[in-house]
T-cell receptor, first 111, second 114 residues
Framework: GIQVEQSPPDLILQEGANSTLRCNFSDSVNNLQWFHQNPWGQLINLFYIPSGTKQNGRLSATTVATERYSLLYISSSQTTDSGVYFCAVHDGWGANSKLTFGKGITLSVRP | DSGVTQTPKHLITATGQRVTLRCSPRSGDLSVYWYQQSLDQGLQFLIQYYNGEERAKGNILERFSAQQFPDLHSELNLSSLELGDSALYFC?????????????FGPGTRLLVL
């Protein structure tokens, strides 16, 4: 099956700093989503971005499907950005398709 | 709030027991997906239902089963529970079911097997 690798595994930032989180995948995909899992365990949709660039406030994401990677940018980080960031890809259609998650990137933003 | 609801939020039970987790999808969504998040396995897809029928299957154990009812809510049944089944179980929903769509996740049910 498709492999999803996220880097770095852990990231510690000072409040106000910027960061880039990376997701590499091993095959072509028809869906890529970024999620934030907060300290209470909730999985929050950040972006649906199989290709191109999107922005939402301080967050933006870019997926280069032909080169099989996606980047999540966090600018002016806040303590509430802490948590785990997951990239997930969907690699097929119909009965054999599924969303495959990376292992996640743990972000800690210090005040 | 994603619009996907899950009950209960927490569940504590003993080995060998059976539990049922419930999920209501977002209004208008026909697909329901179940995922398991554990420390050693990460987030894994278990099973998908689309409009009442099983659509895709992942790493779901034979002791686990699911169904989707005519009102589109879904239940995940876990039986003969083992310590290793302790995990966070998520339900997600999407509009269709052919793949490639945004999936919206519920708040999860945290299961602890003692």
């Amino acid at each position: 099956g498709i492999q999803v690798e996220q880097s770095p595994p852990d990231l510690i930032l000072q409040e106000g700093a910027n960061s880039t989180l990376r997701c590499n995948f091993s095959d072509s995909v028809n869906n890529l989503q970024w999620f934030h899992q907060n300290p209470w365990g909730q999985l929050i949709n950040l972006f649906y971005i199989p290709s191109g660039t999107k922005q939402n406030g301080r967050l933006s994401a870019t997926t280069v499907a032909t080169e099989r990677y996606s980047l999540l940018y966090i600018s002016s980080s806040q303590t509430t950005d802490s948590g785990v960031y997951f990239c997930a890809v969907h690699d097929g259609w119909g009965a054999n398709s599924k969303l495959t998650f990376g292992k996640g990137i743990t972000l800690s933003v210090r005040p | 709030d994603s619009g996907v609801t899950q009950t209960p939020k927490h569940l504590i039970t003993a080995t060998g027991q059976r539990v049922t987790l419930r999920c209501s999808p977002r209004s208008g969504d026909l697909s329901v997906y179940w995922y398991q998040q554990s420390l050693d396995q990460g987030l894994q897809f278990l099973i998908q239902y689309y409009n009442g029928e099983e659509r895709a299957k992942g790493n779901i154990l034979e002791r686990f089963s699911a169904q989707q009812f005519p009102d589109l809510h879904s239940e995940l049944n876990l039986s003969s529970l083992e310590l290793g089944d302790s995990a966070l179980y998520f339900c997600a929903s999407s509009v269709g079911g052919i793949g490639g769509e945004t999936q919206y996740f519920g708040p999860g049910t945290r299961l602890l097997v003692l």
